[in-house]
């Protein structure tokens, strides 16, 4: 079963809209990850929370950790038809040597 | 500096032929992951190699899969006797210290269509 299970599966909202996706996991974490796929084509990483931090920013992107809850969740600010993507999360197991995906949240962004 | 530089991008083969996907790491890196994508689906992991060492391979199937990583030349998956499940998308992804300190640098998938 997936470590990181994102939360909703699709969204689709407005452009200049804020989107919010949710991940949550199962045991403890080094950190967390998310990443970004355009359609046919590769991830690119995103930001990274490390189990000891509560909330960090880049840029529109704010991403908050609650290790209690084992969930965390990626805010995008004044959204743009540009961030239309599916949305991953990863998170990287205490004693594990690999990233573990999320099925991810697919994003569209209506101009 | 070029990024991870996977190829073939698209793949065709027959069932019961053999597909080598190859990838070169970002300049630098010698941690080498590859990860399989089904449609709609997120990646699973499938092995992380070091130069001429393979670290985890707790993803890769028993049988017909199998990666290298050798000293000189590009990170090798290769299928043998491929059936129609193994159509998927193959991301490789690399790193230059273990996956503890940082992001991975994703290459842009070899998609292998199996008829």
């Known amino acids: 079963s997936q470590q990181g299970e994102e939360d909703p599966q699709a969204l689709s909202i407005q452009e200049g809209e804020n989107a919010t996706m949710n991940c949550s996991y199962k045991t403890s974490i080094n950190n967390l990850q998310w990443y970004r796929q355009n359609s046919g084509r590769g991830l690119v990483h995103l930001i990274l929370?490390?189990?000891?931090?509560r909330e960090k920013h880049s840029g529109r992107l704010r991403v908050t950790l609650d290790t209690s809850k084992k969930s965390s969740s990626l805010l995008i600010t004044a959204s743009r038809a540009a961030d239309t993507a599916s949305y991953f999360c990863?998170?990287?197991?205490?004693?594990?040597?690999?990233?573990?995906f999320g099925s991810g949240t697919q994003l569209t962004v209506l101009p | 500096n070029a990024g991870v530089m996977q190829n073939p991008r698209h793949l065709v083969r027959r069932r019961g032929q053999e597909a080598r996907l190859r990838c070169s790491p970002m300049k630098g890196h010698s941690h080498v992951y590859w990860y399989r994508q089904l449609p709609e689906e997120g990646l699973k992991f499938m092995v992380y190699?070091?130069?001429?060492?393979?670290?985890?391979e707790s993803g890769m199937p028993k049988e017909r899969f199998s990666a290298e990583f050798p000293k000189e030349g590009p990170s090798i998956l290769r299928i043998q006797q491929v059936v129609r499940g193994d159509s998927a998308a193959y991301f490789c992804?690399?790193?230059?210290?273990?996956?503890?300190?940082?992001?991975?640098?994703f290459g842009e998938g070899s998609r292998l269509t199996v008829l």
């Open positions: 992804a690399s790193s230059p210290d273990s996956p503890n300190t940082g992001e991975l640098f």
């Open positions: 990863a998170t990287l197991l205490g004693s594990a040597r690999q990233l573990t």
């Open positions: 929370i490390r189990s000891n931090e």
């Open positions: 190699l070091q130069k001429e060492n393979i670290i985890d």
